[in-house]
């Protein structure tokens, strides 16, 4: 089996790097910032909206889509290729919203008008999305959801609130999910998926501090809301189906494994700068290491699934799980790298790293959690990979 990459994706790789090299401001890559802690720096949403519709200009974001909507053709890898150098270069500019999850519904489910409307957006960088599907009392069942939307004559007005909105409170435009019939049954066939613009009288965005004390995700309310019909993807009451496939999508769109090597890599040239190396710590870095390229093999092979035309089910759980769930056990180990100093945070002057290794571990134990928690993709491992009955 030949894993290399082609000529051309080498070719690429090398002209994303110099593009990287270039525009990454250097304090973001003085200071390590991972992908996940990019909402430590204050200027970071300027710095993605710049870096995204640079990127943009270049077609980067929209590579592997169809010629016919902006694309080049090109397979997935050339996504995947981006997205390592992104990581690679401590870079923010990658919607993984818009790019990762939404385009890729839409050219699955959207219709015509809905792509020839939002696909332009997306692949200049210009338009970045959230996606508000979890709300209080429901994220991981996603079929039991009830915010409602009550039909009018051209729209549908929405009330209720979601919750752990990530980017909802600079995103142009929403992938929302919602209840439009409450005797449906089963439940899931009651959903509608709709694309909202954030700007809709009606929609309030409140931030949520996370445990690193900065401001990624949100919660969203709706009060009468309107959204035109002409805004529903894959058809009423059919929402569920299109979240499905959404999630199948966002497991694999942000290279995990990616942000998890190069957050090990910084590590190991702290403990190699500081002099800490031991033979124990030599040991976890090599086991690690290896981890690291388990992960990308999983990744590879889902990447090469899309690559030709099949949508990768278990198998993006299975690479989803273990990716998020190594980046939280390097986190961990970076507490132990550093020794006590772990725990200083960015204002203080002896902090490692900028106080990177504090942020990184506070953060990590949402990895767990996002995207689906780590629970339901092995349930989904179970049932779709190994074929075992459905307990819960
Ligand atoms: C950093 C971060 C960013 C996020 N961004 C977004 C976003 O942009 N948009 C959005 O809509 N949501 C977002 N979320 C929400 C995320 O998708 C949910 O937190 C997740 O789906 C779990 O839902 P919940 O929190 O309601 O927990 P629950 O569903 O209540 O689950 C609680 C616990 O029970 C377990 N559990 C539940 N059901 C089962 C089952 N069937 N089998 C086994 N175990 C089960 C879960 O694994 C979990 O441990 C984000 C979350 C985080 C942490």
Redesign the pocket.
Known sequence: MDFAFSPEEEAFRAQVAAFLEKEVPREYREKRITF?DMSAQSDWIQVHRSMAEKMGEKGWLSMHWPEKYGGRGVSPFYRLILREELARYHSPGYDS?GCGIVAPALLLKGSEVQKKRHLPGIASGKSMW?????????????AAIEVFAREEADCFVVNGQ???????HFADWNALIVRTDREASPNYRGLTFFLVDMKTPGITVNPVI?MAGHH??NEVFFEDVSIPKENIVGGLNKGFYVVMSLLDYERTTDTVYAIAATYLRDLEEYACDNDLLNPVLENRFAQFKAECEVARLLHYRCAWMQSQGMVPNHESAMSKMFSFELHQRISDFGMEVAGPYSQLTEESALAPMFGRISSCYL?SF?Y?????????D??VIAQRGLGLPRL?
């Open positions: 996940f919203i959230c996606e508000t599907l979890s709300e209080p009392n429901h994220g991981s069942d996603l979601k919750i752990w909105t990530t980017n909802g996370n990624e995700f953060r949402a767990s959690l996002e995207q689906g928690t780590s629970e339901i092995r349930d819960r």
